[in-house]
């Protein structure tokens, strides 16, 4: 049977703005279900308070509502459009909480809106704890003993009468806020309270903890005949105990026995049929004794899950897309296999390769917090690596996490003794599996290690793999190096850069140089689905090292570039580049060139199988960007679209000679070295904050003294305010100054005059060599010291005098031309007395691009494109800004799940995430509170 011809509208709620546990994930699967269903010439109606996301640009739906996400602009929605269904399962716990609430409010009844993609009675029953608990007993399906509680005596009681150690699981909530494991009777009072805080119907699950057992995660589609398939099977490296977000992750699942897989799938595939009579994606946990194999189900979720778009790229089968057509009325077998575009999509998904997905951390933003990983999610990004084993995808996955990491090893920092090292394993943390690795080179058992951590021996083998493989290199010298070894290490994963710190001989250059004589190079692998069974015909490639040299990416002849992408999200540099890659991708199809993508992001929308003529999914690291380019030859890199991690590899492809699409490399040095930067500041007459440069605590000191007091400190090339203090005398300096040397040794420091009680703005502009453009000026309302990303901040300026403005512009005019920029430029500014001060600039595209383009309703990130291309002259644009009123770029955060940490803000970033709130005027209540908020804030 075809689609539901009934439906000629749809509804699709979005997650709001990203928080640690529901991040861009969601928007992925939001943008893919809206242009799944558009296909079908449905029209689209879209709502998500998030400006900084693809899903809200004009070009994902017929219609975006960029409104806050509450029943209130449900029914304003609903007044104003003729809507035939609502998708809410694209939306994560969000869209479901709001659904929900909807259908409360009888809102869906009065518009005469049905829900599709899950139904009322699923969510409810998934939901709900004990309603869930019940469902499992009914249909056989083991669950842990557990019981519902509403209050702190129930939950005292239930905890008696069950045991420790315990698990408190409050109902509706996401990213497991609010719970906690309780091992003991002391903690439990604080946790109970805790879990029945965070859940909106006060209400908790006290659950026997399954402490030690392995957990598995499975995806899945059923259609309107209840034919049910199953996409991917995830295994969690970290056992039960550590939140399926934080865990590292593998796929398919490498220690399930055949026996155990076949009764998981099939009480998985019960317990999809069970929950009620919808169509659509759900995601089924599981933990399993690694003992017995006895198996229960730990929770069961009615929508597109945080793990769907880890499965969509890790499977290369869109769940998303699909899910979307079996809403609307497709059955499975009615589907075409995306990759193939010839079988059905009515198949379970082979892998002839395997997928680690790695978490990444920002515990350096808050400080004190816990970094102790239990069940609430404390990771704000992940990266997704694919290898040919286990070991090979580990080492990809730790070269993609952006935080100095070479591959799995520790070659900087010095190592802790066998004893401590196995004390410290014991807790998960974040750098857990790097320990293991030094517990391994220490000489402790693979045996010792398992019984440690609970991870499985097989995966702790693996990793002695590469310990035996950098014992083995660390008794050679490059020019010694047998060449049978250099191909055996690549194998396993081992980056050049980390072959040459281990021999503490050559550099990554002369280790690539030498197996390239040799013959050793990476070749590019298709992910195609179905195990080269049938054959793909979507080009999305992963890097590997095999013998015989069979590339399966044949590069065609057409005028090529490459977008490098941002790699994971985290603090500082968000969703908001993943925005800008697409329009950069979308640009260059435009203007006839080849579009390549790499990036190493499961969760976004650039690395969606189809948005790029190419996808290299590969960390945006220079060794695997550097064979890309080799085998390619393109034009030119794109680095202005993908933040501080495509910037920073600007200085290695000018070195090679490639050529960078807009701004050069120098110029684009000079806004980022703060000497050179400043120096010219002072030939263009711009004024700028006092500053020095220092290399140690007593040059500090000096520094400070001689620009005085107050002083921001902070390492140079940094990105969202990372490790910026604010100090006041030279105690605080030496404080600021050792803690950074520890952190970032070497490196230069940075001391500027801090211009307190003053205002700060910013300007987005776009320049072409001939004209700027002022894409918007922004005025922050927190007053300076607050780091502009968690500022609350207002498009177009409400209290700057024209005069101000004027300049403003001006200073930003003078810094585009001089600095040669083509494309996008961010410049930061502080106004004391009347005065402008120029603080910093960004020649790239900024956090606050998307906002800009999102509000003034122009798509900015494609003329950017075309102008960095030299393909469109600003002169011959007309820009109409349709802004009735202002747009308030509000920042969302994430404390709740770093209880006790301080939510003091400073030159720091430590948002999440941010919503976009419209205003007709500067009357408007919330605006007023805000800007009360901020004279207060200044009267201190």
């Not at 974040?430 to 951590?453: E, P």
């Not at 309703?857 to 802004?883: C, S």
């Amino acid at each position: 049977m075809p689609k539901d011809t009934s439906i000629k509208s749809v509804l699709i709620i979005g997650s709001g703005p990203i928080i640690i546990g529901q991040a861009c994930e969601f928007d992925y699967s939001g943008s893919q279900a809206a242009r799944s269903i558009r296909e079908e010439g449905i029209k689209v109606i879209l709502i998500n308070s998030n400006p900084a996301t693809i899903m809200t640009d004009p070009m994902m739906a017929d219609k975006v509502y960029l409104l806050p996400l509450t029943v209130e602009s449900i029914e304003q929605i609903l007044e104003e459009n003729q809507i035939d269904a609502v998708l809410p399962t694209m939306g994560g716990q969000t869209a479901l909480n709001l659904a929900m609430e909807a259908d409360e409010l009888g809102v869906w009844e009065k518009y005469n809106v049905r829900m599709i993609g899950v139904d009322v009675k699923a969510i409810q029953t998934a939901e709900d704890r004990e309603k869930f608990r019940q469902l499992m007993v009914k249909i056989g399906v083991p669950v842990a003993p557990s019981k519902v509680a509403n209050s702190m005596l129930e939950g005292k009681d239930f905890a008696q009468e069950i045991g420790f150690p315990l698990v408190i699981r409050p109902s509706f909530t996401l990213g497991g806020t609010g719970g906690g494991f309780v091992h003991s009777k002391d903690d439990l009072d604080a946790a109970l309270e805790r879990g029945l805080t965070a859940s909106p119907i006060h209400e908790v699950l006290v659950e026997k903890a399954v402490l030690g057992w392995k957990e598995y995660e499975l995806e899945l589609l059923r259609d309107k005949n209840d034919n049910v398939t199953i996409i991917c099977t995830v295994e969690n490296v970290d056992p039960m105990g550590v939140h399926t977000g934080d865990s590292i992750t593998v796929a398919p699942a490498m220690t399930l026995s055949d026996t155990a897989f076949q009764e998981m799938r099939n009480k998985a595939i019960l317990m999809m049929r069970s929950l009620g009579n919808f169509a659509g994606g759900c995601n089924v946990q599981f933990a399993l004794n690694p003992e017995t194999e006895d198996i229960i189900s730990v929770e069961i979720n009615p929508r597109v899950s945080r793990s769907s778009a880890l499965a969509s790229k890790a499977t290369g089968y869109p769940i998303a897309k699909i899910a979307a057509k079996l809403a609307i009325g497709y059955t499975l077998d009615e589907l075409k296999n995306q990759i193939t575009k010839t079988t059905s999509a009515f198949f379970e998904p082979a892998l002839d390769y395997v997928i680690v997905k790695m978490p990444r951390w920002n515990f350096d933003k808050f400080k004190g917090a816990n970094d102790t990983l239990g069940l609430q999610m404390k990771s704000v990004g992940e990266v997704m690596a694919i290898g040919r084993s286990f070991a090979e995808a580990l080492q990809k996955a730790c070269q993609s996490l952006e935080n100095n990491a070479v591959g799995l090893g520790n070659y900087t920092k010095n190592i802790m003794k066998a004893e401590e090292l196995i004390e410290y394993i014991k807790t998960p943390k974040w750098d857990r599996i790097f320990r293991i690795k030094d517990a391994l080179m220490q000489g402790v058992s693979v045996n010792t290690i398992s019984k440690a951590t609970g991870i499985d021996k097989w995966f702790v083998n693996e990793v002695r793999k590469i310990v035996d493989m950098e014992n083995t290199i660390a008794k050679f010298k490059l020019n010694n190096l047998p060449e049978s070894l250099l191909r055996d290490a690549k194998h396993l994963g081992f980056s050049d850069q980390q072959i040459s710190l281990i021999m503490q001989d050559g550099s990554d250059e002369q280790v690539y140089e030498k197996r390239k004589a040799a013959g050793i190079t990476r070749v590019f692998k298709m992910v195609d689905t179905c195990s080269a069974e049938f054959e793909a015909k979507t080009p999305y490639f992963y890097s590997t090292f095999e013998n015989g040299n069979i590339n399966e990416s044949k590069p065609s002849d057409r005028k090529k570039v490459i977008v490098l992408g941002s790699g994971p999200n985290r603090i500082g540099q968000g969703i908001e580049f993943d925005y800008c890659c697409v329009h950069g991708l979308l640009a260059l199809k435009e203007c006839g060139y080849e579009a390549i993508m790499v990036n190493c992001n499961p969760e976004t929308v650039s690395t969606d199988f189809d948005m790029a003529d190419k996808l290299y999914f590969e960390p945006v690291f220079w060794e695997h960007l550097w064979e890309i380019i080799e085998l390619e030859k393109p034009y030119g890199v794109i680095v202005q679209l993908g933040g501080q991690t495509a910037l920073k590899l600007s200085e290695r492809l000018n070195e090679k000679g490639i050529k960078l699409i807009g701004t050069s490399f120098d110029d684009m040095d000079i806004a980022e070295d703060r000497g050179r930067f400043s120096d010219m500041l002072k030939e263009l007459g711009i004024p700028y904050p006092d500053y020095g440069t220092a290399y140690d605590v007593d040059e500090a000191i000096e520094v400070a003294n001689k620009v005085g007091y107050p002083v921001l400190v902070r390492p140079s090339y940094v990105l969202g305010g990372q490790r910026m203090r604010i100090v006041i005398n030279d105690e605080e300096v030496e404080k600021a100054v050792v803690s950074l040397l520890k952190h970032i040794p070497g490196n230069k420091i940075l001391i500027d005059h801090f211009l307190d009680r003053c205002q700060e703005a910013e300007i987005d502009g776009i320049c072409d060599g001939e004209s700027f453009h002022v894409m918007g000026v922004m005025e922050h309302i927190e007053p300076a010291g607050i780091h502009s990303g968690d500022s609350n901040a207002v498009l177009p300026q409400f209290n700057l005098t024209p005069l101000v403005v004027e300049t403003m512009e001006e200073y930003a005019r003078k810094i585009a031309f001089r600095l040669n920029i083509r494309g996008l430029i961010n410049i930061q500014f502080a106004i004391k007395d009347g005065k402008v001060y120029v603080i910093e600039a960004n020649p790239r595209a900024s956090r606050t691009t998307p906002f800009i383009a999102k509000a003034y309703q122009i798509p900015y990130l494609n003329v950017a494109t075309k102008v960095m291309l030299g393909e469109l002259r600003l002169k011959d644009q007309k820009f109409i800004k349709r802004l009735n009123g202002y747009a308030i770029k509000e920042p969302v955060f994430s404390f709740n799940k770093f209880p006790g940490v301080s939510k003091d803000l400073g030159p720091e970033m430590k948002s999440t995430g941010e919503a976009i709130r419209f205003v007709k005027d500067l009357r408007d209540p919330y605006f007023r509170q805000l800007y009360k908020e901020r004279s207060m804030h200044l009267s201190k």
